[in-house]
């Protein structure tokens, strides 16, 4: 079955690496993602990851992909203010129509 | 560049009333998705149209209809509003690579709807 699981809530202080943990349990998957929420708002795609990969890194954001654990980490770097927010694992499963299933979420809060 | 538009942004309504939320895109994209979320929760898949002319049924479909207008435009219908469908709806789209692989899928900022 689909299931996507995340942690909660995270807090990091201002200009400190934020490490986000998502695992999956899906095989077929064939991208993952990471969306960013903020209060009231949509969802913003962040960066998105090739299930056929082990690493994307783009300017803050570091995705790292463990196939064989199931388990999906984003890193970002030199974290501000700006970055609180939720976010969002998701995978598309290309055996189920290439439809997303999300994780819960994991609530980052970034202290000054 | 507008992306994907929702309207209304809110929404209250009464139990048993019914109402259509519209959505539409402005990339040409072929595929798009209803997707609601609730509290303390991720989101969840409503209704999805591959392409045009096509629908299919997600995660959680009970109580929901959906049409896809056009290429541009994918309404989703409550024909008689229940508090437990109280939640944020989220439209999205998505566009299918030349291996029919969907690309990310990009999100309405969406509508709050609460019913009474």
């Known amino acids: 079955g689909e299931d996507v699981e995340q942690s909660l809530f995270l807090s990091v202080r201002e200009g400190d690496s934020s490490v986000i943990n998502c695992t999956y349990t899906?095989?077929?998957?064939?991208?993952l993602y990471w969306y960013k929420q903020e209060p009231g708002a949509g969802l913003q795609l962040l960066t998105y990851?090739?299930?056929?990969?082990d690493m994307k890194q783009d300017q803050r954001l570091t995705v790292l992909l463990n196939k064989k654990d199931k388990h999906l980490s984003l890193r970002i770097a030199d974290t501000q203010t700006g970055d609180s927010a939720i976010y969002f694992c998701?995978?598309?499963?290309?055996?189920?129509?290439?439809?997303?299933?999300f994780g819960g979420g994991t609530r980052v809060l970034v202290k000054p | 560049n507008a992306g994907v538009t929702q309207t209304p942004k809110f929404q209250v309504l009464k139990t048993g009333q019914s109402m259509t939320l519209q959505c539409a895109q402005d990339m040409n994209h072929n595929s798009m998705y209803w997707y609601r979320q609730d509290p303390g929760m991720g989101l969840r898949l409503i209704y999805y149209s591959a392409s045009e002319g096509t629908t299919d049924k997600g995660e959680v479909p009970n109580g929901y209809n959906v049409s896809r207008l056009n290429k541009r435009e994918f309404s989703l219908r409550l024909e008689s509003a229940a508090p437990s469908q109280t939640s944020v709806y989220f439209c999205?789209?998505?566009?299918?690579?030349?291996?029919?692989?969907?690309?990310?899928?990009?999100f309405g900022d969406g509508t709050r709807l609460s019913i009474l």
């Open positions: 899906d095989s077929s998957s064939t991208y």
């Open positions: 999205a789209s998505s566009v299918r690579d030349r291996e029919y692989r969907n690309q990310p899928q990009h």
């Open positions: 998701a995978e598309s499963i290309r055996a189920a129509g290439n439809k997303l299933t």
């Open positions: 990851i090739f299930s056929n990969m």
